[in-house]
């Protein structure tokens, strides 16, 4: 096995395996979690749900689970911890399209004030070089997990009938693909194992910009934004259909990673924001996409963002990997002496079904997704986490308030919150639910709304709510989160037939306030890193948002989305976390 391919398999660090809470702890953590949400007969009836779940079979659920996750871990092989396999499938047998429903993006902060090819040619010898390090067994260890980082570059996902499936190629690939004008180049990066330099690949990315001067070939990216049994079906009339198809798409497979070199420059980050979020913005930049790998994207101007596969690794190993060689990225580089490394364009021939196929995807992406995603961007200047920090609150809990009281504004009424936890502190870690809207939280958010209280009550209750949501994301961190743990009870039940699934101790799991308090209204993330302008990605639900945040010094950059078919009008949401901020900053 590779060195690189060890870090899938082998615990580089001794890191201990995610624990599986006591049963009567999560109960009491998910009473507490949906009490916002419920009337006082409807939470009494909940509670009486627990008890009977937590005295019948959730009992023996938890001791099958226990039992099977002990086994597992003798065997020192996937899955790494108990709900591994579950949330491959979770990503895998979604048959949702990738953009929006799956694939988040950066907008990054620009390597240098130069072009657009200066730019990605920087990033991709940063990546190559990275890659050279992982190969060699040399990353840096910084006490997390590194598992994904195996999977960074040349990871792509197949689409098949009812689950797809994963490839891996970082340990043999030597070549990317570049996108431009809807053509596609392979561009060979790696001679004898040494990275391109910064001038060679601006000069072939000059190149492939002077050779794809037309924009006459069918949109054969527009395939990837679709429903993934479509694309399957789709993919396998293409491969069939013709043996330079089937090669080209090998070539696409096996890349260490796609380039994007979009015409043009978008108009601000909200424009940008969509550009990378399905590629639908004016200049029609989804010719220029391909959802099934990670793509890095950059424009005539230097503006530059990466759009991420979701279903193989989260922001905690993007942020390490990019972390790793931005400073090669951002360093000193000459552009002369420079050669053309050697690129070909890939040759595609359509029949008429795939013909079809393109037409109806593109008309799908116009129709159902850019038509009906609504996407904004918040440039909170006015204060960072700096002041935050005076104020005693942890910044982060003091935004995730602030969108309590956002939605608080807009709907009247609290909204059930998702915030990611990373959990690279654990063998193959990867997220793990905060439930963000709180007791405390919700009648901070309530009162402030409603302009209920004096400034003194209403700056003890936010504090009150900032203590509890920071209590909640530490217990989640900490492998004692609520809703993996339900989700493997459950699958003991549905999928191992530990117990009678008609059993009625199970009528938990079906009750309407399970349901309301797992279905996230608000779906949110924080990735802070020095590297990232904006992070974004798609709302979960009709009725809800996507809220993508960072906490900056003196900034708090937030991008928001959701679906015009909801409830919801992102402009609206957008105006009200900014007033949010600036009245809550008031109350001290």
């Known amino acids: 096995m590779s060195k690189i391919g060890r870090l899938l398999s082998v615990n580089h660090a001794g890191l201990p395996r995610l624990p599986i809470p006591e049963l009567g702890d999560t109960m009491t953590r998910y009473l507490a979690s949906v009490r916002p949400l419920a009337s006082d007969a409807e939470y009494n009836e909940q509670v009486g749900l627990v008890e009977a779940f937590t005295k019948g079979t959730g009992k023996e659920l938890q001791q099958s689970l226990v039992a099977r996750d002990a086994a597992q871990a003798a065997l020192n092989e996937r899955p790494f911890f108990h709900f591994e396999n579950y949330w491959d499938d979770a990503y895998l047998c979604a048959r949702c399209p990738n953009p929006v429903n799956i694939s988040p993006f950066y907008i990054m902060q620009k390597p240098s004030q130069s072009t657009g090819v200066e730019n990605a040619a920087r990033f991709v010898h940063g990546a190559l070089q990275w890659l050279v390090t992982a190969r060699n067994g040399e990353l840096k260890d910084d006490g997390g997990d590194m598992s994904q980082l195996a999977m960074f570059l040349g990871t792509t996902r197949i689409p098949q009938l009812v689950r797809d499936t994963l490839e891996f190629h970082a340990d043999t690939s030597s070549h ?46 527009s395939l990837t934004t679709e429903d993934r049994d479509v694309w399957a079906n789709a993919r396998t009339e293409l491969i069939s259909s013709s043996a330079a198809n089937k090669n080209s798409i090998k070539d696409i497979d096996t890349a260490l990673l796609m380039v994007a070199l979009d015409h043009g420059q978008e108009d601000g980050p909200a424009s940008t924001a969509k550009s990378l979020l399905h590629g639908t913005a004016p200049n029609a930049t989804y010719k220029n996409r391909w959802y099934d790998k990670h793509q890095l994207v950059v424009d005539d101007a ?126 193959h870690g990867r997220t793990e639910t905060i439930r963000s809207l709180t007791v405390e939280g919700n009648d901070f958010a309530r009162s402030m709304a409603r302009g209920e209280g004096s400034t003194e009550v209403l700056r003890e209750k936010l504090v009150a709510a900032a203590k509890a949501q920071s209590g909640v994301a530490r217990l989640a961190a900490g492998g004692q989160g609520i809703d993996r743990h339900l989700m493997s009870l459950k699958m003991e039940a549905t999928e191992h037939n530990v117990v009678d699934s008609s059993d009625a101790s199970l009528e938990l799991f079906s009750s309407p306030l399970y349901a309301q308090s797992s279905t996230w209204t608000l779906s949110t993330s924080n990735v802070t890193s020095p590297f990232i302008d904006y992070f974004g990605f798609g709302a979960v639900t009709t009725h809800g948002y996507g809220l993508g945040y960072m906490t900056f010094n003196n900034r708090l950059p937030i991008h928001l989305s959701a679906f015009r078919s909801g409830e919801t009008k992102v402009s609206d949401m957008a105006d009200s976390v900014e007033d949010a901020l600036r009245k809550m900053m008031k109350l001290f």
């Not at 004008?181 to 990315?205: C, H, I, N, W």
């Not at 090669?328 to 070909?344: D, E, K, M, R, Y």
């Not at 309590?404 to 915030?419: L, R, S």
């Open 176 to 221: 990317i693909v570049v996108q431009r004008s809807g053509k596609f180049y392979r561009v060979e990066v790696m001679k004898q194992g040494v990275p391109a330099s910064v001038a060679d690949l601006t000069a072939t990315f000059n190149a492939i910009k002077q050779n794809a001067t037309t924009d006459d070939t069918p949109c054969i990216s």
């Open 302 to 427: 230097g503006n530059t963002g990466m759009i991420f596969e979701h279903s193989f690794s989260d922001g905690g190993s993007w942020n390490k990997a990019i972390g790793d060689f931005w400073p090669i990225v951002t360093g000193n580089h000459s552009l002369s002496p420079a050669a053309t490394l050697p690129f070909q364009e890939l040759s595609w021939e359509f029949s008429e079904k795939t013909m079809n196929s393109i037409k109806a995807a593109e008309v799908k992406l116009e129709k159902d997704i850019d038509e009906e995603t609504q996407v904004a961007v918040v440039n909170w200047e006015e204060y960072g986490k700096d002041a935050i920090k005076q104020c005693k609150v942890s910044p982060d809990a003091f935004v995730q308030q602030a969108f309590q009281v956002a939605y608080q504004q807009v709907h009247g009424k609290p909204a059930a919150t998702y915030e990611a936890a990373a959990m690279r502190g654990y063998f």
